[in-house]
């Protein structure tokens, strides 16, 4: 019996390390197909749920095809942040691919997105759609929720990110004052109430920055962020995440 323990503890470590050691072949993540390509096959990539038709500002995802027209909420309450780069809907199965990094500390199942997401950017900024931040700066995390976890997933992105671009990720920019609620289970309002005046900006900011984070849900975050780093002196704020909830 002991043997047998001990062969399937070798063989998950080798799966894991099939499925994350190369970036053309190994096996995918999703489905284990042995033709995957940063750690997807080409059909389980085509299951992503693209964020094709959004928000110009936010990103928030619309019904109907539009790549220019703002939301309600950037109407009615224009955020300090400028524009948005987020391909993806916080659906399945990404939603699933998500959680189970970021929650489960399953991190395979986030480095696909990671590497895609930087090749994305890369694209946009060849194609003149976005253009690059002089820095990157994490979603700052809660201390105590941070060590229980293991990893910022934010800073997770923002270096796999920075790898690509050459663009350097200032994490000691931001950092947060107090603890605050779980945000999961509060809506739009209770959730920047929660946050106001959790973040403290350490000068000085450089002009053009991206916001960096894993998934944009009310949206509440990354306002209150860029609020802080508008008033500390940034002129153009981005926010670049893996997906988006949709409304």
Known sequence: MNQMIK??????????????????????????SSQAFNGLCQPCRGDLPVNRWHCRCCALPLAFPSSELLCGDCMKHPPAFDSSFIPWRYQYPLDGMIGRYKYRGQRK????????????????????????????????????????????QAQDIAETI??????????????????????????????LANLRGIFEVIPPVPERIAIVDDVVTTGATVRVLSSALREAG??????????RTPG
Do not use: Y
């Not at 080798?14 to 999703?30: E, P, Y």
């Not at 696909?112 to 995390?141: C, H, N, T, Y």
């Not at 940034?234 to 997906?243: F, G, H, K, M, T």
């Open 7 to 32: 062969g399937l503890n070798w063989l998950s470590t080798f799966m894991d390390k099939k499925v994350n050691s190369i970036r053309h072949g190994g096996l995918c993540v999703a489905c284990l």
């Open 162 to 191: 920075a790898s690509t671009l050459d663009v350097p990720v200032a994490n000691g920019l931001v950092r947060r004052v107090r603890r605050v609620r779980s945000q999961r289970e509060l809506n739009r309002e209770a959730r």
């Open 109 to 152: 199942f986030g480095r696909p997105l990671m590497a895609d997401f930087a090749e994305l950017v890369q694209k946009a900024r060849l194609d003149g759609a976005i253009a690059m931040p002089e820095v990157l700066v994490p979603a700052p995390m809660d201390a105590r929720r941070r060590r229980q976890r293991g990893f910022n």
């Open 234 to 243: 940034a002129r153009n704020i981005q926010v670049w995440a893996l997906a």
